[in-house]
């Protein structure tokens, strides 16, 4: 597995961001399936009686269960480096605790870099893609080996 690493003078900045499931949308998701599942599930039940009420209650019952297990996601914490003017997500996690010590931990080195090198595991790391879109023309994944063209995925 490959990595990242930045020379210490490099590193100009270092924070965190948070990151939550959007609950507004979740629960509008559910509202919109559950108004179109009352209309067609109503029109099942009354042409398929008692067989048409278990279906109806089954598609119900697993709306409801993909709105608790949306709700349920917990939140995920990056920590944040700039370097060279350039913003980098360098790691995710699901404990802010693990993020805020390696915050303390590269401010530390930045202070103090004769200190020799140490190595932290990130226990919970959270792995993804991060793709992010201002305006139109999104190629979607992009990969980029550092020279050429964006190769989209």
Do not use: C
Request: glycine share 12%; net charge neutral.
């Amino acid at each position: 597995m490959g990595g990242e690493a930045y020379p210490l003078r490099n590193i100009s900045h270092v924070g965190q961001r948070r990151m939550d499931v959007d609950k507004g949308a979740a629960w509008k998701k559910f509202f919109q399936g559950t108004f179109v599942w009352l209309v067609l599930g109503g029109i099942l039940v009354a042409a398929a009686d008692a067989v048409g009420v278990i279906i109806f209650l089954a598609v119900q019952g697993y709306l409801i269960w993909k709105l608790v297990s949306t709700l349920q996601i917990p939140p995920v914490f990056g920590l944040i480096l700039n370097t060279s003017g350039t913003q980098r997500e360098a790691i995710w996690s699901t404990r802010q605790e693990e993020i805020q010590q390696l915050i303390y931990e590269v401010t530390k080195a930045i202070g103090n870099p004769d200190v020799a090198q140490m190595i932290i595991n990130v226990e919970h790391a959270v792995q993804g893609n991060l793709i992010q879109q201002y305006g139109s023309g999104n190629i979607g994944t992009a990969q980029h080996s550092g020279s050429g063209g964006i190769q989209a995925s």
